[in-house]
C-alpha cells in the first residue's frame, strides 16, 4: 500500500504527467472563474483531447486536475461579484459577497480558498482511507433514505438560510415546484410545459442561480453608485486574515468537508447540493445567528471546503464498483475505458497506484491554484474597490454569457431576467433565495426516489429505522435552534420573574 | 462618327465589364457549390441518454472517427439531452432541429411503441425519420442476483411474489423485456421505474433495493460492475431475446425457445416480432425528416465506412463497444414494417408497456 501511494506521487510530479496537470489546472482556472461555463461541461469538451494521452495517469492529471479547481476558483466570482463561478459556489455569495460589501473581499477571499484546499485535502484522503470501507458507505442509503434527504435538505436551508422560518420553508416550496416543470421523468408526460419545447428540458439550474443571486447585487450596486465594497480603500491586508479563520474554524471546516465527501458518496447528488448544507450548517453554529448573511466567515468556510471535498467522495462509488457517482464522473469513467483502464473494484488490487495518483492529484491542484490565486489575490480584491459604474457592464456580460454558454439557447436569457426580477423582490421583501434554488435542484431528485421507494416498498418504508432516524434528525436540527432561543431567553426573563 | 464609335466603344466595354462581372459572380458562386457543405461546419449528435451510456460511449467514439468520411471534416459535437426513454432527445431532434443535416438524434430504438400506442407526448413519426444506420444490433437478457429463489424463468413462473425489476422508464427495455415475457410465458416481474440511469439501478441492485434487470447483452460484457458480478457469481442470466443463443451466454434460453416450451399462440409470436424489433434496429442514429437527400447520402455512406474503417473497429474492441451495423436503408425499411401493425396486436403491446 505505501509503495503504492510513493509510486502514485511521484508518477504524478514526473513528466509529462505534471505538464498535463498544469494544462488541465489553466483551463480549469478560468473555467471556474467564468459564470456559466461549468466544470461537466469542459469535462465533456476536453475529453477527446485526452483520447491521444497515452498512460492513465497523464490523462487524469489533465482532466481530474481540471475539475479540481474550477471548485476553487469559482468561488472567487461568487465572493468578489456575487455572480456563482460555479453552480457549486453559489452558496458562497451569501455571506461572501457581503464581506467585499464591507471591505473584508481579501479575507473572504484567502477563507475561501485556504478552506478548499482542506476540503480538496480531506476528500482525497477520505478516498484513500475509505478504500476498506468503500462498499458499505455507497450502500448505506438506498431510495427511501435518499429521498428522505431531500426532504432535509431544502427543510434544512429552508429554516436556517433566512430570518423567517415560514418564509424560508415557503420558497423552499416554491423552488419544489418550479421543479415540476418539464418532462415527468417516469412516464415522459409534460408538466407546466406551455407548449413550450424548451420547458420539456426541465429549469436549468445556471441561468436560474445566475439570475436570482447576480441580477439583484448588480441592481443594487448600480443603485448605490458606489464601488462594490462601501467602505473606502484602506489597507489591503485580509487575505492571511482569512487563512487564519480558516484554521481558528477548523472544527468546522472539517465538519463541512464531511458532509461534502459524504455528499460526493451518494449518487446524484453532489457538490451543488452539499455546499447549500454546509452553508446551513454552518450558519446554524453561530453563535449569533443574525450576522448570517451579513458577511460572517463561517458561511464562506462552510460551502468553501464542501464543494471541494465532494471531489473525492464523487470518486468512490467510481472505483467501488465502476459506477460513475455523478455526471462528471461518468465522463471520467469514460476516459478510464479509453486509456485502458477499467475502472471498478479491479483497480484496487491491479492498478492501486492509479487510484493514488488520483487522490494526489485532488490534493497537489489545490495546492498550487492556491499558490497561484494568493500571488493575484490583492489585485482581484481591489476590483472591489473599482466604481460600479465601471464594473456593471462588465459584470452584465458575464452574466449574460454565463447563462448562454450553459445552452447556447436564447431562452436561457429570458430565464435569467425573469429569475434576476423575482430575486429582486425577493430581496426587497425579505424571502430567501437559498431554499428556491435547493428546492428546485432538490425537487426532480426528490420525486424520482419518492415514486422508486413507494413502487419498490409501498408504504412500508415509512417507517424503515433508518428512514424515521433521518426524520428526527431533521426535527431535532430545526427544533434545536428555536429550543435554544426560547431557553436562552428565559434565563434572560426569569429575573424579571422574580420581580 | 467618331463620337458615335466613342460611344459605341464605351457601350461595347460596359457590356464588357458587366459580362466579366456576370461570369465572375457565377464562378465564384460556382466555386462556392463545389466547396463542400460540411467545410467547416459543426454536426451536433443529440445523445438521449446522460454522458457515460452506452448510447453516449458509442455517440463520442462515432462523433471521433466519421469526420474523415464526410467530405469538409466537419466538427461532431456529442450533447446529452436525457430523459423519458430518449424521447425528448427524439422529439427535439424532430421537431427543434432543421433538417440541414446537421443535427443528429443517438435515440433509443424502441421509441416506436410510444407512437403505435398513441401517446400524445410523441411529437414525430417514426416513419419519417432520416435514418442514418446503427453501430449494432442489440439483443437483451435479464439479470436476477443469485441469492435470490429465482434460479430460473420457471421459477419466476411459479413464484407467489414477483421479483423486483428496476427501469428507467416504460420506454426502456429494463420495463418492457420482462413484461413481454410475462405476456407470453406468464412471468411476472414487478417493475420499479424512476432510476435516473443504468448505473443507478446497477446499485440498487448491489444494495438490494431491486433485484433484476433487462438491458443489452453488450453493454452486459462490456463494463463494470459486470466483470466482477459474474467472476463473483453474483448474478444468473434467466434468458436472452436473439434467435439462437449468444456464444457467451450458451446455457440461458432464448425467448423463441421459451415460447415453443410454453406452447405461446400464434398472436403471442407476432407480438414478439413487434417488440423484439427494436433489437434489430439496435442503437440507431436518425435525422428530422426532409433532410436533402446528398446529404443523407452522404451521411449514410460515412456512417457505414466508419463502421468499417480498421482504425474505429480496433477503437471500438478497446472501449468493449459491439460493431453488427445496420445501415440506414434498412432501417428505414423496420421502421416503415413495425409501424404497420394491427389494431389487436397494437391494443396488447400497450398492455406490456403498462399502458
Not at chain 1, 172 to 181: E, N, T
Not at chain 2, 209 to 234: D, L, Q
Amino acid at each position: 500500500m505505501l509503495e503504492a501511494i510513493v509510486s502514485g506521487f511521484w508518477q504524478v510530479l514526473a513528466w509529462p504527467a505534471f505538464g498535463y496537470l498544469l494544462l488541465g489546472i489553466l483551463i480549469g482556472f478560468w473555467v471556474g472563474l467564468l459564470p456559466g461555463i461549468g466544470g461537466l461541461a469542459t469535462l465533456a469538451m476536453m475529453l477527446p483531447f485526452s483520447y491521444t494521452i497515452k498512460t492513465p495517469i497523464e490523462a487524469f492529471c489533465f482532466l481530474l486536475g481540471m475539475l479540481a479547481v474550477t471548485g476553487t476558483t469559482g468561488d472567487l466570482t461568487s465572493i468578489l461579484f456575487g455572480i456563482p463561478g460555479e453552480g457549486s459556489s453559489a452558496a458562497l455569495i451569501l455571506d461572501g459577497y457581503p464581506m467585499s460589501k464591507k471591505g473584508e473581499a481579501g479575507r473572504a477571499l484567502g477563507a475561501a480558498i485556504m478552506s478548499s484546499v482542506v476540503g480538496a485535502t480531506i476528500g482525497a484522503l477520505s478516498l484513500a482511507l475509505s478504500i476498506p470501507i468503500m462498499r458499505p458507505l455507497v450502500l448505506l442509503f438506498g431510495s427511501p433514505e435518499l429521498f428522505i434527504i431531500t426532504i432535509m435538505g431544502v427543510t434544512f436551508i429552508g429554516t436556517l438560510a433566512g430570518a423567517s422560518l415560514i418564509k424560508g420553508l415557503l420558497a423552499g416550496g416554491v423552488g419544489l415546484m418550479l421543479a415540476a416543470i418539464g418532462v415527468d421523468p417516469q412516464t415522459g408526460s409534460l408538466r407546466y410545459t406551455f407548449g413550450s419545447l424548451y420547458l420539456w428540458d426541465r429549469l436549468d439550474i445556471v441561468p436560474v442561480t445566475v439570475g436570482l443571486f447576480a441580477i439583484p447585487e448588480i441592481v443594487d450596486l448600480a443603485v448605490r453608485g458606489t464601488s462594490i465594497s462601501q467602505v473606502p480603500r484602506g489597507k489591503l491586508s485580509g487575505v492571511m486574515e482569512g487563512v487564519k479563520d480558516t484554521f481558528r474554524h477548523w472544527w468546522l471546516v472539517f465538519r463541512c468537508s464531511l458532509i461534502g465527501v459524504y455528499f460526493g458518496i451518494l449518487p446524484v447528488l453532489g457538490a451543488n447540493i452539499a455546499q447549500w448544507i454546509a452553508y446551513a450548517h454552518a450558519v446554524q453554529g453561530l453563535k449569533d445567528r443574525s450576522r448570517a448573511g451579513k458577511g460572517a466567515v463561517e458561511g464562506v468556510l462552510g460551502p468553501g471546503c464542501a464543494n471541494n471535498s465532494t471531489r473525492g467522495g464523487d470518486l468512490i462509488p467510481t472505483i467501488a464498483f465502476g459506477i460513475p457517482g455523478s455526471a462528471s464522473m461518468a465522463l471520467l469513467l469514460g476516459a478510464m475505458l479509453i486509456v485502458g483502464l477499467q475502472p471498478g473494484p479491479e483497480m484496487l488490487k491491479s492498478r492501486l497506484d492509479v487510484t493514488f495518483a488520483m487522490v494526489w492529484i485532488l490534493i497537489i491542484s489545490n495546492i498550487i491554484v492556491a499558490g497561484i490565486c494568493f500571488l493575484i489575490l490583492n489585485h482581484l480584491a481591489a476590483l472591489t474597490f473599482v466604481r460600479g459604474s465601471l464594473l456593471i457592464p462588465f459584470l452584465l456580460f458575464l452574466v449574460f454569457i454565463g447563462s448562454f454558454t450553459t445552452n447556447n439557447s436564447i431562452y436561457d436569457l429570458v430565464v435569467t431576467i425573469i429569475f434576476g426580477l423575482l430575486g429582486y423582490f425577493m430581496v426587497l421583501y425579505g424571502w430567501p433565495r437559498p431554499p428556491l434554488i435547493l428546492g428546485l435542484i432538490l425537487g426532480k431528485i426528490g420525486e424520482n426516489y419518492l415514486w422508486i421507494s413507494t413502487a419498490a416498498y409501498g408504504a412500508k418504508w415509512l417507517l424503515f429505522p433508518s428512514v424515521l432516524a433521518l426524520i428526527a434528525v431533521t426535527i431535532i436540527v430545526v427544533a434545536y435552534p428555536t429550543i435554544k432561543e426560547r431557553r436562552r431567553r428565559a434565563r434572560y426573563e426569569r429575573p424579571e420573574d422574580a420581580i | 462618327m467618331k463620337s458615335e464609335k466613342c460611344k459605341m466603344d464605351r457601350v461595347n466595354s460596359l457590356i464588357l465589364t458587366f459580362a466579366i462581372c456576370v461570369l465572375h459572380f457565377a464562378f465564384v458562386r460556382e466555386l462556392q457549390a463545389q466547396a463542400p457543405f460540411y467545410q467547416g461546419k459543426n454536426i451536433t449528435i443529440v445523445v438521449g441518454t446522460k454522458a457515460g451510456d452506452v448510447y453516449d460511449l458509442y455517440a463520442r467514439a462515432i462523433a471521433q472517427y466519421i469526420p474523415k468520411y464526410i467530405p469538409g471534416n466537419p466538427n461532431i459535437i456529442a450533447q446529452n439531452i436525457a430523459g423519458a426513454g430518449s424521447l425528448i432527445a427524439a422529439n427535439q431532434v424532430y421537431n427543434v432541429a432543421k433538417p440541414d443535416g446537421l443535427t443528429l438524434g443517438a435515440i433509443f430504438p424502441a421509441l416506436y411503441f410510444d407512437q403505435l400506442s398513441g401517446r400524445t407526448e410523441v411529437k414525430f413519426d417514426w416513419t419519417k425519420f432520416t435514418w442514418i444506420g446503427s453501430p449494432t444490433v442489440s439483443n437483451h437478457f435479464i439479470y436476477m442476483r443469485a441469492d435470490t429463489p429465482y434460479k430460473t424463468i420457471d421459477d419466476v413462473r411459479n413464484a407467489k411474489e414477483p421479483p423486483k425489476c428496476g427501469s428507467t422508464g416504460t420506454a426502456s427495455t429494463g420495463y418492457y423485456m420482462p413484461k413481454l415475457f410475462e405476456e407470453l410465458i406468464g412471468s411476472k416481474f414487478n417493475i420499479i421505474t424512476g432510476y435516473q440511469s443504468g448505473g443507478d439501478i446497477d446499485l440498487a441492485v448491489e444494495r438490494g433495493e431491486v433485484i433484476c434487470r433487462s438491458f443489452t447483452i453488450t453493454a452486459y460484457f462490456a463494463r463494470e460492475p459486470f466483470h466482477t458480478w459474474r467472476k463473483k457469481g453474483f448474478v444468473r442470466e434467466l434468458f436472452q431475446t436473439g434467435k439462437k443463443r449468444d456464444p457467451r451466454l450458451p446455457s440461458v434460453p432464448t425467448i423463441y425457445e421459451l415460447m415453443d416450451k410454453y406452447k405461446t399462440p400464434e398472436s403471442g409470436r407476432r407480438l414478439a416480432t413487434v417488440i423484439l424489433a427494436a433489437g434489430d434496429v439496435g442503437r440507431p442514429y436518425v435525422a428530422p425528416p426532409g433532410v436533402p437527400a446528398d446529404r443523407v447520402k452522404i451521411l449514410r455512406d460515412a456512417f457505414m465506412k466508419t463502421m468499417n474503417d480498421p482504425e474505429f473497429k480496433a477503437d471500438a474492441e478497446k472501449r468493449m463497444l459491439e460493431l453488427d451495423p445496420v445501415s440506414g436503408e434498412e432501417l428505414e425499411a423496420l421502421a416503415k414494417e413495425v409501424i404497420a401493425q394491427p389494431p389487436d396486436i397494437v391494443e396488447r403491446m400497450k398492455k406490456v408497456l403498462g399502458q
